[in-house]
């Protein structure tokens, strides 16, 4: 009896403490080196986080379904239009795809129309299909004025925004902790 009272008060104790280092690390977040590595298969750039928040920035809101239909958001996002970091390597073509994918294995592709922000399904808040507005799709660092956090798919998270805080997006695509932005020519 005495005994499993120990062994609780022990675990409880080795819980806190190991909330207590996650909860640091968290903090740390913004220091994780992070490289982006953009290529076409011919050219091939390698952009740290410093270069990233020195393109221009551009912000917007975001709000996205899971594929079990949870929302989250709506968040204001931060970070720079995927079409300037295409123009790094020399923009995509009509006819381009484009992979975006991360270390964990995750890999969803994008036509060069998405990419310039039209072709999403878009629902409204109540997840009843409407229209597309214009929208943008962005490699974002920022959500609600701070850095992502590696449990928001931080430093950098693919992110559907739009001009509204009214307008959902697929969850899906938004690939989070983006490492890698290839054009794949065709
Ligand atoms: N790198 C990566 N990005 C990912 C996924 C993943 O498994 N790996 N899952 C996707 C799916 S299916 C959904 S619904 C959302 C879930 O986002 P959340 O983990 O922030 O809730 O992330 C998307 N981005
Ligand atoms: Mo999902």
Not at 87 to 93: E, P, Q
Not at 166 to 181: A, L
Request: glycine fraction near 10%; charge should be negative; aromatic fraction near 8%.
């Amino acid at each position: 009896m005495r005994y499993s009272l120990i062994i609780t008060i022990i675990i409880v104790l080795g819980a806190i403490f190991v909330s207590g280092c996650l909860d640091h690390q968290d903090e740390q977040e913004e220091e994780i080196p992070w490289n982006l590595t953009l290529t076409d298969g011919e050219s091939t750039i390698l952009l740290s986080m410093e270069d990233i928040r020195a393109l221009k920035p551009v912000t917007g809101h975001a709000y996205a379904v899971s594929t079990v239909g949870i929302r989250y958001g709506p968040y204001r996002v931060k970070g720079v239009d995927i079409l300037d970091l295409l123009d790094l390597i020399g923009g995509a073509g009509e006819n381009d795809l484009l992979y975006i994918s991360a270390p964990d294995g995750y890999l969803w592709v994008f036509d060069t129309e998405q990419a310039s922000g039209s072709g999403f399904l878009t629902f409204n808040t109540d997840l009843k299909e409407i229209p597309s507005p214009p929208l943008r799709v962005i490699i974002a660092y920022e959500q609600d004025g701070k850095p992502l956090t590696y449990n928001d798919g931080g430093p950098l998270r693919l992110i559907i925004t739009s001009d509204t805080s009214d307008v959902i997006t697929e969850g899906s695509s938004w690939v989070k902790w983006v490492d890698r932005i290839e054009i794949r020519r065709r």
